[in-house]
């Protein structure tokens, strides 16, 4: 179900944070885990990783990659975690965005190292292609965005120092016993209608606009009764809607109601008549 982002500069120990609490979950929790590496998928790409973060295409494309695996594993049931450097602010956002989208919910593990550390745990790597360039960790430490509490595609936040251990009993926490955040209503399908169903509430709302208007223009004030829909009654409180107007709300009206269709048909004169009178107030 959730999505654990890691995150810090290179060579700040995300990749053994991560098998941290990998091991947690499956062995303590009993739960399903998906590990998303990003050196298993550079290395599935054939690109030295110091070519590919020097390279702003390539780059790109590993990070498109990573989340499409990502994406495809992401479930209700199942843990994903993300190891990766995940450094950029946008990114972050598009990956809390994907999880919201799945109604799951979600966290970030920083590994806060200072530079020098890191750099002195890069030169320690045993073979030479998991090493870091001096260029190119100096280049993803510049653009490194730090993660903020404050930002709701950050949050929860559990920042981990070196020699401290992942407190991971309280990410099981925000991980399971919160409610994922709603997501988007501009996300999801629209409910699939019937092409009956589109086509009365199109008609119907326009002859409420028509009778409006017409209505208008014989100088009708205070309630304007609706022919042809029985309790339709527009309460004006003395103001005139303009044809522009009407067809604004007419149109917010009819992107719900596809989203939110009625079973009763019957009623949509009535409830596009009360959205009127409510925007009216």
Same mark, same amino acid.
């Given at each position: 179900?959730?999505? /654990?982002?890691?995150?810090?500069?290179?060579?700040?120990?995300?990749?053994?944070?991560?098998?941290?609490?990998?091991?947690?979950? &499956?062995?303590?929790?009993?739960?399903?885990? $998906?590990?998303?590496?990003?050196? *298993? /998928?550079?290395?599935?790409?054939?690109? #030295?990783?110091?070519?590919?973060?020097?390279?702003?295409?390539?780059?790109?494309?590993?990070?498109?990659?990573?989340? @499409? &695996?990502?994406?495809?594993?992401?479930?209700? &049931?199942?843990?994903?975690?993300? !190891?990766?450097?995940?450094?950029?602010?946008?990114?972050?956002? +598009?990956?809390?965005?994907?999880?919201?989208?799945?109604?799951?919910? #979600?966290?970030?593990v920083h590994c806060e190292v200072t530079v020098n550390t890191a750099w002195e745990w890069n030169n320690l790597r045993?073979? +030479? !292609? !998991?090493?870091?360039? #001096? &260029?190119?960790?100096?280049?993803?430490?510049?653009?490194?965005?730090?993660?903020?509490?404050?930002?709701?595609?950050?949050?929860?936040?559990? %920042?981990?120092?070196?020699?401290?251990?992942?407190?991971?009993?309280?990410? $099981?926490?925000?991980?399971?016993?919160?409610?994922?955040?709603?997501?988007?209503?501009? %996300?999801?399908?629209?409910?699939? @209608? @019937?092409?009956?169903? =589109?086509? +009365?509430? !199109?008609?119907?709302?326009?002859?409420?606009?028509?009778?409006?208007? @017409?209505? #208008?223009?014989?100088?009708?004030?205070?309630?304007?009764?609706?022919?042809?829909?029985?309790?339709?009654? =527009? =309460?004006?409180?003395g103001a005139n809607m303009t044809a522009a107007q009407l067809t604004r709300l007419r149109r917010q009206f009819l992107?719900?109601?596809?989203?939110?269709?009625?079973? *009763?048909?019957?009623?949509?004169? =009535?409830?596009?008549?009360?959205?009127?009178?409510?925007?009216?107030?």
């Amino acid at each position: 179900m959730p999505l /654990i982002l890691i995150t810090g500069i290179p060579s700040s120990g995300k990749s053994a944070r991560a098998l941290e609490i990998k091991s947690y979950f &499956e062995d303590v929790r009993e739960k399903t885990v $998906h590990l998303v590496n990003e050196n *298993d /998928i550079i290395t599935a790409s054939g690109t #030295q990783k110091n070519v590919i973060f020097l390279d702003a295409t390539k780059e790109k494309q590993v990070r498109g990659l990573i989340k @499409s &695996e990502a994406q495809r594993l992401i479930s209700r &049931e199942d843990i994903v975690i993300i !190891d990766a450097g995940n450094y950029i602010k946008g990114y972050r956002y +598009e990956l809390y965005c994907m999880s919201k989208a799945s109604k799951t919910t #979600q966290c970030t593990v920083h590994c806060e190292v200072t530079v020098n550390t890191a750099w002195e745990w890069n030169n320690l790597r045993e073979k +030479e !292609d !998991d090493c870091y360039t #001096q &260029e190119t960790f100096d280049a993803l430490t510049m653009r490194f965005e730090p993660p903020d509490s404050r930002n709701r595609w950050d949050s929860p936040l559990f %920042t981990v120092l070196p020699g401290n251990k992942v407190p991971v009993d309280q990410v $099981h926490s925000v991980l399971f016993e919160r409610k994922a955040p709603p997501p988007n209503q501009s %996300t999801q399908c629209a409910p699939l @209608s @019937s092409t009956n169903f =589109l086509y +009365e509430i !199109d008609r119907i709302t326009q002859d409420v606009v028509t009778a409006i208007l @017409s209505a #208008q223009k014989l100088g009708l004030e205070g309630e304007v009764k609706i022919p042809g829909y029985k309790d339709c009654v =527009l =309460l004006t409180n003395g103001a005139n809607m303009t044809a522009a107007q009407l067809t604004r709300l007419r149109r917010q009206f009819l992107a719900y109601t596809k989203l939110h269709p009625s079973n *009763d048909i019957s009623k949509t004169g =009535l409830l596009f008549v009360q959205f009127l009178n409510t925007s009216l107030r």
